[in-house]
């Protein structure tokens, strides 16, 4: 039984669709293999956001929003595949070496096996409940027949890609056991968010956050692999080589985000441990239990962004000093263009923040509108930094990412003294589509002024992309958000927001 046309396609996924295919127009015959496998990723995703938008029930997402699971599937795939095709054009003109399109071309298969292994265990949960329901609901078999077909014929299509990047088979199923675990963990990640956090994202926005955290974590420890092989191991016996050169400020945001990875891992289980041995203890009053609590927050922190993750930046890296005070002197390389711009970020900052906090508590400005004012504050902050201190911005989006992280975590654990201050700030602006649990409006908007930045990093043949970020979100989204809240009347999807 197929699928209506009608049925099948809305404007949201119209859109994903066209973007796909303007992508795979500019391909070269090299990457025929990638195109295939993005065409039958696009519709197995298509076929599961049907079937899951048929059963809302079986998912407990963020309310009022559309699934979003095309969009999820198929963003880092299609992201990847574009920097592989600038990659591959300076192959050609022998610009970079062959090692930086073969890691490339990793990742992209990473980030596909990602989202593959998600639409497999959603489609299952779908096809289960479904036939739960009625086993003898024709669709099902057919959307299964359909979806064991893309799966078999995209499978099939990486391990061809594969074994031409591969020296030897040994070699080219270790790559596919690398994948497999990257979707499985993947997998294993969404179903740990969406049951942690109820109700805080689509499943297209779980998937997009997951797949983005397992192949930044994957490569991190990739990268920690191979270096650490070099290290122990005479290079007669072992030759490894992952990845490619990495400058300083990537891996100190890299360390610095592993270090609050293992720092929210640490500190609940220092404070379970706590409240086993001393928790019981009820004769203290309660300021005091929030002072200790305080204080194992601030030991483990600083022990761990002091200590650990240096000491993971230095094995990976060969830095001359300690990473922290590399940091201090990369700032003070520029004194006057570097401080001036910090003190203009934290004057803008001060001014904004202060005016638009008093603003949403006594004005009848809806929530969405009062908070296209900080993606236009972001064009103002951002843009200057773009253009006369690019690499110092790479740095400061790393510190911004690490300071939201940080609050983050303070307000969810309402750490004293700043727990309750930090949770009524962030509530004054948040909206339908936060939660109490979790929020994450702040953290969309700066990484989607930065992602774009980082990932032009290196050859970039397009002088544009590290500004579509703060452009796209900063005018673009503000103005469309204006317009439509005031003049709107179609929505892209039933189901969207």
Known sequence: ??????????????????????????????????????????????????????????FKTRPGASSGIILGAVTLPTV??????????????????????????????????????????????????????????????????????CVILYSAVCCISLATISHTGFNTALKLLWLLCHGFATVKLIQHLLSTFPFCASIGEANLVTSGLVLYFGDMLACTISKVCRLLIPPELVSIRYGIKRSEIGIVI?????????????????????????????????????????????????????????????????????????????????????????????????????????????????????????????????????IYQPKFLDLAFGAALAVFLVLEIIRVWRIWPLGQLVHQFMSAFTDHRDSDLIIVSHFSLLLGCALPIWMSSGFNDRPLT??????SLGIGDTMASMVGHKYGVLRWSKTGS
């Open 80 to 149: 990847m595949l574009s920097k592989l095709i600038q990659l591959s054009r300076a192959v050609s003109l022998q610009q970079i070496e062959i090692g930086e399109l073969e890691h490339m071309t990793m990742q992209f298969w990473a980030a596909s096996a990602c989202s593959c292994g998600v639409l497999i265990f959603l489609f299952i949960v779908t096809w289960c409940a479904a036939n739960n329901k009625n086993p003898h609901f024709s669709c099902s078999v057919w959307d299964a027949k359909f979806s064991l077909s």
């Open 254 to 386: 890299q360390g610095v985000l592993l270090g609050l990875l293992i720092f929210s891992a640490v500190f609940k289980f220092l404070i379970h441990l706590w409240e086993y041995f001393w928790g019981a203890n009820n004769s203290e009053s309660r300021e005091r239990k929030e002072i200790w609590r305080s204080l194992i927050f601030l030991t483990s922190l600083g022990f761990i962004m002091i200590a650990v993750a240096p000491s993971w930046m230095m094995i990976v890296l060969d830095f001359d000093v300690h990473p922290v005070l590399w940091i201090f002197q990369f700032i003070f390389s520029e004194p006057f263009k570097r401080l001036s711009l910090c003190i203009y970020w934290l004057v803008l900052i001060y001014a904004s923040v202060l005016r638009f906090y008093n603003i949403s508590k006594n004005s009848k400005i809806e929530r969405i509108l009062l908070r296209k004012y900080y993606h236009l504050l972001a064009v103002l902050m951002f843009l200057p930094a773009l």
């Open 1 to 58: 039984m197929a699928i209506s046309p009608s049925k099948a396609m809305n404007g949201e996924r119209a859109v994903v669709l066209i973007f796909v295919l303007r992508v795979l127009s500019t391909l070269p015959l090299a990457l025929l293999p990638h195109a295939l496998s993005l065409s039958l990723l696009s519709l197995f995703s298509l076929v599961v956001e049907i079937r899951v938008d048929d059963s809302p029930s079986l």
């Open 466 to 471: 590290p500004f579509a970020g703060i452009l």
